[in-house]
């Protein structure tokens, strides 16, 4: 399978100019190939989620390089730096970050409508009737379950029909139960269209279900296990 995100010495320092820099990501050096479900591991403050937003685009990096799909990310303008990931990349977050003011349909719509993107009334039924959100969509956020917020914040999500999903600990916040439900639908998800998925989690048993676990300390790749 074609790699798709290259990471040459990334290297990610916190306020370097201050007294007390703080060096997250040190020379990460790291492939991911078309269609993976890549976990990501290691104890809190190991980098994970430092490695997981420069990856995403998200947060820059302070020295080495980023290729998506073998384009220098920081060769781009920020303009075409926001078209690239409005076109290829999807991000859940392990708190829903779900709009209390808005609907769960208007939540679900929202990056379809800032994107200025026409809403598929088909794929929208579909997706809201696979992740089992049909009757919600007139609730709030604060009337919903954690395992339903983040049902819906995956339905958020999926309207984009991301090449690349990148997940930050999707599960922390649910009981197991949901946490299973999550994965069946992220594992169903990476099977069928072939989407490119790379999660964060602490689980070691959720990490032997992904294609490769890359295990984090201190900023450092440590392990990679297939
Ligand atoms: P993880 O997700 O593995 O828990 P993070 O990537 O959040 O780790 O953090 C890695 C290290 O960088 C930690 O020591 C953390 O305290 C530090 N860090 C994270 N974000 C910032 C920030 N915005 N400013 C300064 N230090 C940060
Ligand atoms: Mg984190």
Redesign the pocket.
Known sequence: METIIKTESLT?I??PLSLNP?L??DQVSLDVKEGEFIAIM????????????ILSTIDDLTKGKLFIYGKNIYEMSETERAHFRKENIGFIFQNFNLLDTLTVNENIILPLKLAGKIIDEEDFKQIIKDLEIDDLLDKYPFECSGGQSQRVAVARTLVMHPKIIFA?EPTGNLDSENTENIIHLLENLNRSTGQTIIM?THDNELAKRCNKRVE?SD?KIVKVSL
């Open positions: 990610k916190y306020n703080k997250a990501l290691g104890k809190s403050g190991s980098g994970k989620t430092t490695l997981l937003n930050d964060v984090l900023g």
